[in-house]
């Protein structure tokens, strides 16, 4: 069966940095694009990043380009996500996702369970 594993997050200041990973499995992750959504609480879900199956093409938000990298290694079944400079805004759980070929966010057939992210002082 399809499993996607989100880990990496915790507890971090204002300024500070986390890598978030996703472990994939029960299908050719090599293949796939992916990407990373996230939900603050109380809040909508909110897209924030994207790669093309081979990594050779990314996407972000306005709200994390130039902060965040999105990246993956196909030989391990493993997307990431580095977050710099995180700002008190960025709390929220992150969650991998494989992406619809629509692009709308309801649509996306597999979500990992999330993992949480706070940032504050």
């Known amino acids: 069966e399809v499993e996607l594993v989100e880990s990496g997050g915790g507890l971090v200041q204002p300024g500070g940095s986390l890598r978030l990973s996703c472990a994939a499995s029960?299908?050719?992750?090599?293949?796939?694009?992916m990407s990373w959504v996230r939900q603050a609480p109380g809040k909508g879900l909110e897209w924030v990043s994207a790669i093309t199956s081979g990594g050779g093409t990314t996407y972000y938000a306005d709200s994390v380009k130039g902060r965040f990298t999105i990246s993956r290694d196909n030989a391990k079944n493993t997307l990431y996500l580095q977050m710099n400079s995180l700002k008190t805004e960025d709390s929220a759980v992150y969650y991998c996702?494989?992406?619809?070929?629509?692009?709308?966010?309801?649509?996306?057939?597999?979500w990992g369970q999330g993992t949480q992210v706070t940032v504050s002082s």
């Open positions: 996702a494989l992406p619809s070929s629509n692009g709308v966010l309801a649509d996306f057939g597999y």
């Open positions: 029960g299908f050719t992750f090599a293949s796939y694009d």
